[in-house]
């Protein structure tokens, strides 16, 4: 049997609805034909993708391997027929938040004047991968530790000193600098999807009592911006997010956070190498020590 595209979104509707009955609705087919289709690619594949052993579908241990696999493969097809494409082959650089802070600008600038042929795409995708897991990116910036396949290779760009954000009415805005000590009886707001402001940044014996989580960074602003919250963060978000309603205020005694460049061996696009070229020599070696 051949494998289209419509065995791997079939599959991948099933593993994000967990339910074979809202999958067929989503795909606008009968459960019969959706069921018959994930037979056929399992078959194909020669493993088990989902358990259907309970009400709630869930994704096996190759399930879980091959979903990243499929939807780059989707993701693939698609951006190769996109019409609007069709006369250049972009470099997509993906980023959770902030991209390269203070450096962004500069680098976009000067891609375009050296590599005027091949457009420079700055995506945001709200995952811990900036989308280079699911192929929607040839290039991710990833704050922190990441999980990734063995396949990504990284390269530490710089490190971000740690700053707090407060409400800018907050009688903490008044102060120089601030410690994690200072926000130990506040709320913390923190991103659980990307975020690096954790409350593993304080003594496991003496963590804050109280989160608000939130899912994103314009949700995480809004909730310091509100007074619900203090959060912890770096000085990309202060380049990037300026608030009226938001001090940011260096914090002292918390580790840096290394800001990494990922990208997939062999790379999905050749101006790869490029890219990591210029930034490298954009960005000054004296703040690229590894931690």
Do not use: C
Request: charged share 20%; aromatic share 4%; glycine share 6%.
């Amino acid at each position: 049997m051949t494998v289209e595209l419509r065995h791997l979104r079939a599959f991948l509707a099933i593993a994000d609805e967990g339910a074979i009955t809202r999958a067929a609705a989503r795909l606008h087919l009968t459960q019969p034909a959706l069921s018959r289709t994930l037979r056929q690619l399992e078959a194909h594949l020669g493993v088990r993708l989902i358990d259907r052993s309970t009400h709630h579908l869930q994704l096996t241990a190759a399930g879980r391997a091959f979903q990243p696999r499929a939807a780059a493969a989707v993701t693939a097809v698609a951006e190769a027929l996109d019409p609007a494409r069709a006369g250049a082959w972009p470099l997509r650089l993906g980023h959770a938040w902030s991209a390269l802070g203070e450096h962004t600008t500069p680098l976009l600038r000067r891609w375009k004047r050296e590599h005027p042929d091949t457009p420079l795409q700055l995506l945001r995708v709200d995952d811990r991968s900036a989308g280079l897991d699911r192929g929607a990116v040839d290039i991710a910036v990833i704050r922190g530790e990441a999980d990734l396949p063995a396949e990504v290779n990284t390269v530490v760009l710089l490190l971000e000193p740690r700053v707090a954000a407060v409400a800018a009415d907050s009688p903490l805005a008044r102060k120089t600098r601030l410690t994690l000590g200072d926000l130990r009886g506040q709320s913390i707001a923190v991103n659980t999807i990307t975020g690096t402001g954790t409350l593993g940044l304080w003594p496991a014996d003496d963590t804050p009592d109280d989160t608000v989580e939130v899912a994103n960074t314009d949700d995480w602003i809004a909730a310091i911006a509100a007074g619900h919250a203090v959060g912890v963060t770096t000085t990309a978000t202060a380049a990037t997010y300026p608030n009226p309603a938001v001090a940011y205020i260096p914090l002292v005694g918390a580790p840096a956070v290394p800001v990494q460049l990922a990208w997939k061996q062999p790379p999905s696009h050749p101006a790869v190498p490029d890219f990591l070229t210029l930034a490298r020599r954009l960005i000054p070696t004296t703040r690229r020590e590894k931690p």
